[in-house]
């Protein structure tokens, strides 16, 4: 009996975290999205408190209205900044995967000796501060940067490049942060892929490119697509790196969520903004979850 009270203990800590730290929050964000925006502190109503009862309660919800998403249908300026965030998260994600494989590839055909010692090398970036890291790119980006200034020493180049607050420099800044991500679950996965089965697909007769995509990367499918999600997923929500890389001509649905909530000061249709985007992120994240289960149901 002691031991079903401890399990059904363990089992209920992560549910209560996930009840305070997202249910919770994720149901006081959907109250402001459907609020009216007034000049006030907080600048929204209704405000639904708990000495309200039930009666407040049905007042409130009463109340409720979806014109902050209507309003994100009406102003193209949304739609624009949700698909061109859909676009860099996906060439963002794709070049950290065309990136990030060889060199996880690399890792784990390593030597043992020396693999935690890549490894070492890979988080180390982590123990400087994101933003000091971010800011640093200004300096080799700007026209008179240190790559402008190496390029134009190795006559590879006429005149400074213009990079710096640009799309490509967005590009840039985010694969860079987020390629550490794509590594690690793509290093995961190789390194655990026994080194017989490539050489029974050699016997055979299987070369070594054939048998790499019949063998080693069907395997490391799983590392492919978790990492993918680790960069996918906070690229489309990212808010430092468009704002100081991009500069203002750069409209992603995190800068502009920022814009509403402390610029503009309108609580609801920032909230709506997060509301829209938690979908966009969550939708394929149950829908791949799904087919996984299903897929797993039919090897069973």
Known sequence: MRKVSLRSLMIAVPYVWLLLFFLIPFLIVV????????????????QLTVQDGLAGLWAALSEFDFENYVWLIEDGVYLKAYLFSLKV?????????????????????????????LLLLLILPFWTSFLIRIYAWIGILKSEGYLNIALLKLRLINEPLNILYTDAAVYIGIVYSYLPF????????????????????????????????????PLSLPGVIAGSFLVFIPAIGEFVI??????????????????????????????AVAIVLLMILIVPIVLFQRHQQKHQGELG
């Open 31 to 46: 109250k402001i999205s459907l609020s009216d925006s007034i000049t006030a502190s907080p600048p929204y109503t209704p």
């Open 89 to 117: 998260a996906a060439i963002s994600t794709l070049v950290s995967l065309l990136i990030g494989y060889p060199i996880a590839y690399g890792m784990a055909k390593a030597p043992k000796r020396w693999r935690s010692t």
């Open 182 to 217: 794509m590594i690690l679950p793509l290093y995961a996965s190789l390194e655990r892929i026994d080194g017989r089965l490539l050489e029974a697909a050699e016997d055979l007769g299987c070369g070594s490119v054939s048998a790499f995509w019949q063998v080693t990367f």
């Open 242 to 271: 468009p704002d100081l890389l991009g500069g203002s001509a750069t409209l992603m649905i995190g800068k502009t969520l920022w814009l509403e909530f402390f610029a503009n000061r309108d609580w609801g249709v920032a909230s």
